[in-house]
């Protein structure tokens, strides 16, 4: 069941990037992605073939063998954070967790420790540069997070997502919480890396930061990282603002 709970995720997440590739070709008034498929619907299938066949090149020291561990380690933090939670906050893929909160934080603590270390093995000056640059990015979010947990907790009560979802029975956060409402977008987008926050760890926009040394297999990890990230945290607002 956890299995296929993951392989659900990952194909929301391709879709997402389809429906982010769309909506900026909308934007930008151009067509996007329309040959593969109808309307380009297949587009994210072939990409995600070309990566999966490219070849994956590490510059050969002891270090960056572990680099496809944490990198492992990386993505399957942000799987787990979704296992309990994803589908709604009274349909727990697993054990319910009481402190839920606690366990969220956790899994945040962990998923800077294995981005940091993964920048740190690509044995790249210009990934450990940002690495060290998007470490404090995320600790400086993770901050605002945490001070938002605690208001949460304290409004319903609970440290459970299914509390949070029941003290807005009556009405909801948004009304009462808009300025932090709307803080959580901003890092929301902020932590996901997405327009108009997209480049926010590289030196200048044709660098991809600490990802610099991967490619094939490893930086689709990364991508599909950070979309997962973006879905996650849409149904965190849904949780925390919108009644569930």
Same mark, same amino acid.
């Given at each position: 069941?956890?299995?296929?709970?993951?392989?659900?995720?990952?194909?929301?997440?391709?879709?997402?990037?389809?429906?982010?590739?769309?909506?900026?070709?909308?934007?930008?008034?151009?067509?996007?992605?329309?040959?593969?498929? +109808?309307?380009?619907?297949?587009?994210?299938?072939?990409?995600?073939?070309?990566?999966?066949?490219?070849?994956?090149?590490?510059?050969?020291?002891?270090?960056?063998?572990?680099?496809?561990?944490?990198?492992?380690?990386?993505?399957?933090?942000?799987?787990?954070?979704?296992?309990?939670?994803?589908?709604?906050?009274?349909?727990?893929?697993?054990?319910?967790?009481?402190?839920?909160?606690?366990?969220?934080?956790?899994?945040?603590?962990?998923?800077?420790?294995?981005?940091?270390?993964?920048?740190?093995?690509?044995?790249? +000056?210009?990934?450990?540069?940002?690495?060290?640059?998007?470490?404090?990015?995320?600790?400086?979010?993770?901050?605002?997070?945490?001070?938002?947990?605690?208001?949460?907790?304290?409004?319903?009560?609970?440290?459970?997502?299914?509390?949070?979802?029941?003290?807005?029975?009556?009405?909801?956060?948004?009304?009462?919480?808009?300025?932090?409402?709307?803080?959580?977008?901003?890092?929301?987008?902020?932590?996901?890396? +997405?327009?108009?926050?997209?480049?926010?760890?590289?030196?200048?926009?044709?660098?991809?930061?600490?990802?610099?040394?991967?490619?094939?297999?490893?930086?689709?990890?990364?991508?599909?990282?950070?979309?997962?990230?973006?879905?996650?945290?849409?149904?965190?607002?849904?949780?925390?603002?919108?009644?569930?």
């Amino acid at each position: 069941m956890v299995l296929l709970s993951s392989l659900l995720v990952v194909l929301l997440t391709l879709f997402v990037v389809l429906l982010e590739r769309k909506l900026l070709a909308f934007a930008q008034r151009r067509m996007g992605p329309t040959l593969m498929g +109808r309307n380009g619907a297949f587009q994210i299938l072939a990409d995600l073939f070309k990566m999966l066949t490219k070849e994956i090149f590490l510059i050969p020291r002891p270090a960056t063998v572990m680099a496809p561990i944490f990198l492992s380690l990386l993505f399957t933090s942000q799987l787990l954070f979704s296992l309990n939670f994803v589908w709604g906050p009274s349909m727990f893929m697993v054990d319910s967790v009481d402190s839920m909160v606690l366990y969220h934080l956790i899994l945040i603590l962990l998923s800077n420790i294995f981005f940091s270390v993964v920048g740190l093995l690509s044995q790249s +000056r210009y990934a450990i540069i940002a690495t060290v640059r998007g470490l404090v990015h995320m600790i400086s979010l993770d901050i605002f997070i945490t001070v938002l947990y605690s208001l949460l907790v304290f409004s319903s009560q609970s440290a459970n997502f299914h509390d949070f979802v029941i003290s807005q029975s009556t009405y909801w956060y948004i009304f009462i919480y808009a300025p932090a409402a709307s803080g959580f977008v901003v890092v929301l987008f902020l932590e996901s890396k +997405r327009a108009p926050f997209d480049h926010s760890e590289t030196e200048s926009e044709v660098v991809a930061g600490y990802a610099t040394e991967y490619n094939g297999p490893m930086l689709l990890m990364f991508f599909l990282a950070e979309y997962l990230h973006l879905i996650i945290s849409a149904i965190h607002f849904m949780l925390f603002f919108a009644g569930g």
